[in-house]
Each structure stands twice: as structure tokens, then as C-alpha cells.
């Protein structure tokens, strides 16, 4: 748009991020590897008992958030400090977008954090700074009233 720039860098962070969280979307409700992850999630022993290597399963799952977890570090390190313990500030908002989007749901984490990086974006544009901190807390109480489940919990 004519008057507006954005970093280029930011605009591939963005459309990175897009693209792996459709990737994982299409992964875990598309293919038979995410039915395993679906059902070894939701029933350990169940799928087990079905055949399921649930231990291989799991260790692949682990190595796979590993990979994500590089992938966001090499993203992140133009943009911020590397160091030890780099990603402790983004943890409590983690556990905010998958309450808010509900426990074991793709598509409410997804959703969660598009809610919780708008709140906390105009929190830190239209609020006064000590409220524009638990802007996101007073939002995840609100939708917690509502729903106690969250937004799209897999539980009834």
C-alpha cells in the first residue's frame, strides 16, 4: 500500500508461520499418521492395544516439536537476543492461546493466538501500559466465563 512499510524479514516470520500451521493442520486431520497422533492423544492405551506404537509415535511427535521449536529460533534470532532461555517470556501466552482455544484442539490454538496477538497488540497501542500486560488474562477470564472449555475443546 502506497505510505506503509513493513520489514521484509517480518512479512516472511508471518507468512512462515502461516504455512507450518497449515502444514500441521493438514497433517493432523488429512493423514493417517495424524488419525495415529489423533487417537494415541486421545486413548494411550486404546491404540496400543489396537496395534499402535504408540512409543515410536510419541518419540516422532517429539522429534517433530523439536524441529518447530529450531525452526522458530532461527526465525526468531534476527529479530531478538539469542540466548538461554530466549522463549520463557512467550510460555504463559502459550498456555493463554490453548486455554482460550481449548485443550487439544488444532483449530482453537490457532484461533486462540490470532486473539491473543490482536488483544495484545491494541493492548499495547490503546492501553496504558500496566494494563496492556493482563489485557490478555482479563480476555481468557472473559471467554473462560463463557466457556469453560474454551473456545473449541475436543471434550463435550
Known sequence: MPGFSYPSYRLLVIAV?????????LLITRTRIGMQIRAGASDRMMASALGLNTRSL???????GSAL???SGVMAA???????????????????????GGVGSVRGA???AIIVGF???FGQTLLPATLAEMSIYVVMAAILYLRPQGLFSTRG
Open 78 to 100: 534476527p529479530l531478538l537476543a539469542v540466548q538461554v532461555g530466549m522463549g520463557d517470556s512467550v510460555l504463559v501466552q502459550s498456555l493463554v492461546v490453548i486455554v482460550i
Open 58 to 64: 510419541y518419540t516422532a511427535v517429539f522429534v517433530a
Open 17 to 25: 508461520g502461516l504455512t507450518v500451521a497449515v502444514l500441521l493442520y
Open 69 to 71: 521449536a529450531a525452526l
Open 110 to 112: 490457532f484461533i486462540g
Open 119 to 121: 488483544v495484545n497488540t
